[in-house]
């Protein structure tokens, strides 16, 4: 330890001799044991975070300098841990770390408007930029594992369970009040003709397509999704289940720049392009010829709605078998409709909201349109707000305790982990 000392305390000479000569290059913001954190790195940090938190350092500039303070505490805290991961031999995948990688740069470049205006933002190039930040990723991975690794070694007792709530009781937070839904989802569907018309242009596009031309062109003249026809058709890295299950089925199924046949969705005709797989991801790019729907078109879903619904009220069907039997929500209709339970003031849809609110328990709603078709909402069990307690709430208690013994045990941890590094904080950079 203390010849690791000797070496830190040369390099600061050697770096301080540097800035005498040649005005300053660089500061040394912290050493953490043979870790050293310099001013520009730190920078960097709290200029991404700045962007993630929205501060602006100019308007701003006393909430950016205290962002940049924490911001080193934590460079500090996550330094000693790396030490600690790399002697513990910790281990990241490097496809997870690239992937991460490639999604903050995009979402960056989305809130600064352009590659170009990040480059601005941080002074440096972007492949500049791209390095410090898979360093950074990669980093930050190691101390999750073993952050993960250590409390899951902590354990808590019933015992402990109860002497958290005893103390606690007054300041835990209360249950807010809370309803369960179901529903039966119709989708308004296009005729006939519009069917036939948006079928052959995207039969004529995907001829285009696989003649040799090129697809993301097309998907800027022809495509009928908004928020992808611009760029191409080009959608981002996405996962099961950020889109619909006949989209997805078809775009996993992909080589890269292979073009799938034609895929219908309730949004219309697909062809779509897999760009490149990563990991559990791909990014693809997508054409959709859109399915106008007619003032016709909407009255048959609603003439079928409340079809439905009659033939609930006269015992035909019950709710949970209309579901499976008509509703055309994929997700739900195995399961009944059921759509689990919301917090009553956090639901977004009005008439989901207003179904919450004036429904008695087991009623149902008339036929209700949303942006996705007509609904039949039942209200299926109603919670009123109340305060925890160990009879009725063990398990969510259980876990805040644990919650709270993990965080408390952690920092200990660390600040023991501290004591036995060299660790210097330069407090005037």
Excluded at 35 to 50: G, H
Excluded at 264 to 276: N, R
Aim: aromatic share 6%; with cysteine; net charge neutral.
């Amino acid at each position: 330890m203390y010849r690791k000392r000797i070496i830190i305390f040369s390099l600061i000479a050697l770096l301080s001799s540097a800035r005498a000569q040649q005005q300053v290059l660089d500061q040394i913001a912290a050493v953490v044991d043979d870790n050293i954190i310099l001013a520009s790195e730190l920078e960097q940090y709290t200029r991404q975070l700045a962007i993630q938190l929205g501060i602006n350092q100019e308007k701003d500039p006393e909430k950016f300098q205290a962002l940049r303070k924490n911001t080193l505490s934590n460079l500090v805290v996550q330094k000693v841990l790396l030490t600690k991961a790399k002697e513990d031999s910790v281990t990241v995948d490097d496809r997870v770390v690239d992937q991460n990688l490639e999604e903050q740069i995009k979402r960056m470049v989305e809130s600064l408007g352009s590659e170009e205006k990040l480059e601005e933002y941080f002074g440096q190039p972007l492949r500049k930029i791209r390095r410090t930040l898979r360093q950074e990723i990669a980093d930050r991975a190691l101390v999750e594992s073993l952050q993960s690794r250590k409390v899951r070694e902590i354990r808590i007792s019933r015992r402990e369970v109860e002497e958290f709530y005893k103390t606690q009781k007054d300041s835990l937070p209360a249950l807010n009040a809370a309803v369960r839904l179901s529903h039966i989802l119709f989708l308004v569907e296009a005729g006939e003709s519009a069917q036939r018309s948006a079928k052959a242009l995207i039969d004529s596009l995907l001829s285009l397509a696989r003649s040799g031309q090129d697809f993301a062109e097309l998907a800027k003249q022809f495509s009928e999704d908004p928020g992808s026809a611009s760029r191409g058709g080009e959608l981002g890295l996405i996962e099961r289940g950020d889109f619909v299950k006949e989209f997805e089925e078809a775009a996993f199924a992909l080589k890269p720049n292979e073009i799938s046949e034609v895929v219908k969705t309730q949004f219309g005709f697909h062809i779509v392009q897999l760009i490149e797989r990563r990991g559990e991801k791909i990014n693809a790019r997508h054409i959709l010829a859109r399915l106008s729907t007619t003032a016709d078109d909407d009255s048959a879903a609603y003439r079928t709605a409340q079809q439905c619904r009659d033939d609930i009220l006269s015992g035909k069907y019950s709710f949970a078998e209309a579901a499976r039997k008509f509703s055309q929500d994929k997700t739900t209709q195995d399961a009944g409709g059921d759509l689990g339970w919301f917090e009553a003031d956090q639901l977004e849809i009005p008439a989901f909201r207003q179904a919450a609110q004036t429904l008695a328990v087991g009623e149902m709603t008339k036929p209700v349109k949303t942006q996705f078709g007509y609904h039949l909402v039942r209200l299926d069990e109603k919670r009123e707000s109340r305060a925890l307690s160990l009879e009725h709430d063990y398990d969510q208690i259980q876990e805040m305790a644990l919650y709270s013994k993990r965080q408390r045990e952690f920092a200990a941890w660390v600040e023991n982990l501290k004591k036995q590094l060299y660790i210097r904080v330069n407090l005037e950079i």
